[in-house]
């Protein structure tokens, strides 16, 4: 990765998606779409990426003047290109002549030709292709001075497990294990006398095999995300050898459990995402919460701003319901982005397609193709916006407190078979986690376990199943060093392998957490049991909490107990502990607890830390974070609530520079305030 590549552009960037190739026979609607475009403050659009059947009709024979043409009369009227690369949609004719390009699935079936995720990352056919395109694209369009970013493919996912995918996990697992004896050792593989004699028995997980062997479960998701970036890193050295040194991302999507997008992180220059949160199902606050935290895990790929690169204006055709957005979400969950340290908000589409699969999705401009309709117009009201805030683009967030939410984990976890084999909450724990620390207004980073800890005051982890990259070691050293961390119940349970620890658990840490793990309980959906404040606790906790799904049961060393459980046969013992261990406190929860109390707990550690919050008092529903440049800090105030609500601002040089100042703050609305530094 060139770690000092940036866009080149002093903007936000407002645009998107946008597919000339299906209205080359309609120039006026080309012409139309221009002016559309100049109304919006548009600045940007991305062209190419489901191209390849126009870029390459036949076989050799290649057609980029098109390309050229509009790439070139978009820059002349000032708005610039993202060029992406076809591979995420081959032609016809290449799955006709080459079938070995299209996928098989676990059944070892092989597809048709369709759809858009149907491709061997493994096949030399298809890389040999995919790299001819791209190479001919960077020297033929990527330096032309219009051309900002490189988009690569389109939404990297899915698995084949054709013949040359099943040779090449081979040799990814000899060159991971080095002997089959090994292999056997780290699998487990006595298990049910499953063992191998050599590399070559090796398959992948089928429903007509084997699925029930963890480790292998495991290890191939990791092959899957080590062919896939093989594969970006191919699409990255194509471009560079066609003589285009312009910066690259890759759109990933949100909480997508198919890929660990961090191994991406030395091909990428740029980090992006796709976001589409069903807005409206469920209080806004709460979906603003989900999304933010997507937001802040693509910020922290790379520790630098990223791009939203697609989100709709309207409504999605692809979810279950096409819920239409109402007046002013556009608008906050742009600025949204841009909040969480996104340098630009990007749709899809930028036309409505008038045909096949995304035709009623969301577009800046719809079928009916004018500017007088609601979504228009709320484009051009963001886009207004995001040329106003110019001075945010490539200002950072400075968190102090991270999330471990880690991928590898949570296939390890979600594939165990036990304590619970449906509902493992290990996404909504999370989810808790993080909003405890939004709620106080902390700007947070969202990070694995290869990550380092030693930037952070607070560090959250949810129910760390599986210990790798030697994290027990950074655990301790993170508390030992003066850091407050919060682990949950069900962790440190497996290796980097999924082999259950032996002795003490958690792994290697009991001595920081002051306990040692006896038992797990699973609940059933019906049942519940209540954590219950200790008197005199060093936290002041004086409120009862509901616990579900999951309950731990652990043996105290040294650790402070600070709630216990109320009923059951396991009542009285512990449910929250702090242990003090070197300069740091660790603190761990038992059981599956009730959202109020992870804010709760929150609120109490950072009175008890001195930690200090951007505002004094942040009420329900409103959402506080962070940028800054080396000149200035930037508060931005959002209120996704369905009402005014009534604001304490600081006071200590901070000036509003967007927004209407004043004590209260409009439902969806949002308020900037700048403080030189």
């Known amino acids: 990765m060139e770690k000092n590549a940036e866009i080149g552009l002093d903007q936000l960037l407002h645009g998107g998606d946008y597919n000339p190739e299906q209205w080359l026979d309609s120039p006026e609607i080309l012409k139309k779409d221009l002016e559309l475009f100049l109304k919006a403050k548009i600045n940007v659009i991305t062209l190419g990426m489901f191209s390849w059947s126009f870029l390459e009709p036949e076989e050799g024979t290649y057609q980029l003047e098109w390309l050229l043409k509009i790439v070139d009369k978009m820059y002349k009227h ?32 092989r597809a048709l030709f369709g759809s858009r995720h149907n491709h061997c990352y493994t096949s030399l056919v298809y890389r040999k292709k995919v790299y001819d395109i791209n190479r001919l694209l960077a020297k033929e369009v990527g330096n032309h001075p219009g051309v900002l970013l490189i988009h690569l493919s389109n939404e990297y996912g899915g698995d084949c497990h054709c013949p040359l995918c099943q040779a090449k996990f081979r040799q990814w697992l000899k060159a991971r294990y080095k002997t089959i004896e090994e292999l056997n050792r780290r699998w487990s593989t006595a298990f049910w006398s499953h063992t191998y004699q050599s590399f070559e028995q090796v398959e992948s997980p ?139 908000a990007l749709y899809f589409q930028m036309r ?39 001075e945010l ?33 290990y996404k909504e724990t999370a989810d808790k986690m993080y909003g405890a620390l939004r709620k106080q207004g902390l700007d947070t980073d969202v990070i694995d376990m290869e990550d380092e800890f030693s930037d952070y005051r607070i560090l959250m982890i949810p129910m760390l199943y599986l210990f790798r990259a030697g994290v ?40 920081v957490l ?6 797990i309980d699973g609940l059933y959906d019906e049942e519940e049991n209540a954590a219950v404040p200790m008197d005199s606790n060093s936290l002041f906790l004086n409120k009862k909490y509901t616990c579900r799904n999951l309950c731990e049961l652990v043996k105290v060393s040294s650790a402070e107990v600070l709630m216990t459980y109320e009923r059951d046969f396991y009542k009285g013992l ?83 520079i967007y927004g209407t100042e004043g004590e209260e703050l409009e439902r969806f609305s949002t308020l900037i305030l700048k403080k030189d530094k």
């Not at 980097?496 to 003490?504: A, P």
Request: charged share 25%; net charge neutral.
């Open 472 to 511: 027990e070691n950074k655990i301790r050293r993170f508390v030992e060093h003066g850091g407050t961390a919060v682990m949950t119940f069900w962790s440190g349970v497996a290796d980097d392998t999924d082999r259950c620890f032996l002795g003490e658990t958690p792994g290697n840490i009991t001595d």
């Open 206 to 344: 089928s429903p007509k095999g084997e699925m029930l062997l963890h480790a292998l479960n495991l290890d191939w998701k990791r092959f899957v995300t080590s062919q896939t970036v093989d594969f970006a890193r191919m699409e990255k050295q194509a471009i560079r050898e066609g003589g285009c040194d312009k910066p690259v991302t890759a759109n990933f999507m949100g909480d997508y459990g198919g890929l660990n997008y961090r191994k991406f992180k030395e091909v990428l220059d740029i980090a992006s995402w796709d976001s589409y949160p069903e807005w409206h199902r469920k209080p806004e606050i709460e979906t603003a919460r989900e999304t933010a935290m997507q937001h802040d895990f693509m910020r922290s790929l790379l520790k630098k701003p990223f791009l939203m690169m697609e989100s709709s204006p309207s409504s999605t055709n692809w979810q279950e319901v096409s819920k239409l957005r109402k007046p002013g979400i556009l608008h906050a969950a742009s600025l949204q982005a841009i909040a969480h340290g996104s340098d630009g």
């Open 352 to 390: 409505q397609s008038r045909g096949a699969s995304e035709k009623l999705h969301g577009a800046v401009i719809d079928h009916y193709g004018g500017e007088d309709t609601r979504i228009f117009k709320e484009v051009c009201q963001v886009g207004d916006t995001l040329s106003d805030l110019a």
């Open 393 to 425: 683009r490539n200002t950072v967030q400075k968190p102090k407190a991270a999330l471990v939410y880690d991928t590898e984990n949570r296939w390890a976890l979600m594939d165990a078979q036990g304590p619970r084999n449906c509902g493992l909450p």
């Open 514 to 519: 002051g306990l040692r793990r006896t038992e």
């Open 78 to 109: 000032g708005i610039y290109t993202i060029l992406g690369t076809p591979s995420g949609a081959r032609p016809q004719w290449l799955a006709k002549s080459y079938p070995e390009v299209l996928r098989v699935n676990e059944n070892r079936e």
């Open 574 to 656: 512990p449910v929250l502990t702090c242990n003090k261990y070197g300069k740091g406190k660790m603190y761990y929860v038992c059981a599956d607890m009730e959202e109020g109390f992870y804010a709760d707990l929150m609120e109490a550690v950072l009175k008890a830390e001195h930690m200090e919050k951007p505002l004094p008092f942040i009420p329900e529903g409103i959402e506080v974070t962070t940028r800054e440049s080396g000149k200035a800090k930037y508060l931005i105030i959002q209120n996704f609530n369905r009402q005014t609500v009534k604001l304490a601002l600081p006071q200590d040089g901070y000036k509003v």
